[in-house]
Each structure stands twice: as C-alpha cells, then as structure tokens.
C-alpha cells in the first residue's frame, strides 16, 4: 500500500505565532473560535481552519461594531489568525 500524504494537512503554520494576543478578555465564543482554530493549526488541518476562520471575523466584526471589543482588537485577530488579509 502506497503511503500518500494527506492534502488537507500542512506541517507549516497556520497562524502567526510572532503576534502575542491574550484571549482570556474576549467573548467567551471568540474564545472558543479561537480555540478550535489552534487545535486545527495542531493538527495541521488546514482545510478545517479556512473553513472555521470566516466565523471568527464575522463574529469578530459584529462584536467591534457593537462596542464589546476594539478596533485594535478586531485587526489583531486578523492579523494573527487569518494572515492573509494584510489588514494595517
């Protein structure tokens, strides 16, 4: 039997480790988003992860808009975990 890698797993990261953010003061289900992304990112389940990080910004976004959180906040977020919007 032919031993095939999986290509809904990386070995590569799937968030910015280099962001230091602390999460304990967050919604309590951005907690838990957030949680599930990093499990994924163990796991080096990609796919999961890029279907699970839209959650976190819809979710994200909704909180900075009714004031539970702040703009820096809401751009962190992004900016660790879902690197690929570049968001200044």
Partial sequence: MENKKDPFKTDK????YNIEYDITKLPRDLQEII??????DKDGDWF???MKFPELDI???????IGKITEYDYKTLLK??????GVN
């Fill in 80 to 85: 660790k975990y879902g690197g690929i919007y």
């Fill in 48 to 50: 999961s992860y890029d």
């Fill in 13 to 16: 990261p799937l968030y910015d």
């Fill in 35 to 40: 949680k599930e992304l990093e499990v994924f």
């Fill in 59 to 65: 979710n994200a976004k909704s909180y900075w808009r």
